[in-house]
């Protein structure tokens, strides 16, 4: 109490409210805490077959395709790996893990009791997914370099460009599961849109041994525009249409986190 003739002390200021920045890191910073509890097993799962695939499609398969555009196989393959191996981790972390804290632990609704809203929780569990993608990405560069197939230090930009794949494929992934009604549904997707989306992307052979038709198709998919970027930086290549090719990932992330957004807080919300 203030004393005769003194003034009242001060009311302590009002703390300020958390930026949105700051809620969607408190997503992304509980499931890394989940995750550095699981480094062992969930660095295996996302890195070991993409390095299978390098060794046994690189060495074994090479040995008979010999040179494609100029590259040894095993070079050329590496980055498609790389952004095959971005996409996957993303989609896996976005579907499957994503699912499970939704629909099974039900984390996204205590989430949702904060001040935390569905858009900082979709946003969260994107950025995360491509956190992860640029793990994956970074440990299969650092094997494909030890193994003498990356070409100058031009290559470190992959790894900002494995986490804007992981994003745009992290962001696709919300998508489905925000419609999901269990975990089998999941297999549409990767039958009808991830597996193709490999086979046609040059991930493993150059587009330009395709059809014409197919050609025209792969310039719409997100993987093929990923694979344009990185395999010049790894490879020693000149870059071209870098600008076009960031616009169609930015374009599907800024959709997918939208449409994720709207059906989760549908889904949740109902």
Known sequence: MAGAGGSAPAAPAPSPAPSRARRWLAVW???????RKLVGPALLGNIGEPLLYLFGLGYGLGVFVGRVQGLDYITFLAS???????????SFEGMYSAYTRMAVQHTWIGMLTTPLSTADVVVGEALWA??????SAAAILLVAAALGVVHGW???????????VGLCFGAMALVV???AGNYDFFLYYFTLLLTPMV????????LDQMPRAVQLGAEV??????VSLVR????GGSLQGVALHLLVLVAYTGAGLALATRLVDRRLMS
């Open 232 to 235: 010049p930086l790894m490879t």
């Open 177 to 179: 599961t925000a419609v």
């Open 221 to 226: 998919l997100p993987l093929s525009h990923a």
């Open 80 to 90: 498609g790996i790389v952004c095959a191996s971005a996409m996957n981790t993303a």
């Open 29 to 35: 910073g509980r499931n890394f805490r989940v995750w």
């Open 199 to 206: 086979l046609l992307s040059g991930v493993f052979f150059p």
């Open 154 to 164: 031009a290559a470190l930009w992959v790894l900002p460009l494995a986490f804007l």
């Open 130 to 135: 491509a956190t992860k993608s640029l793990f």
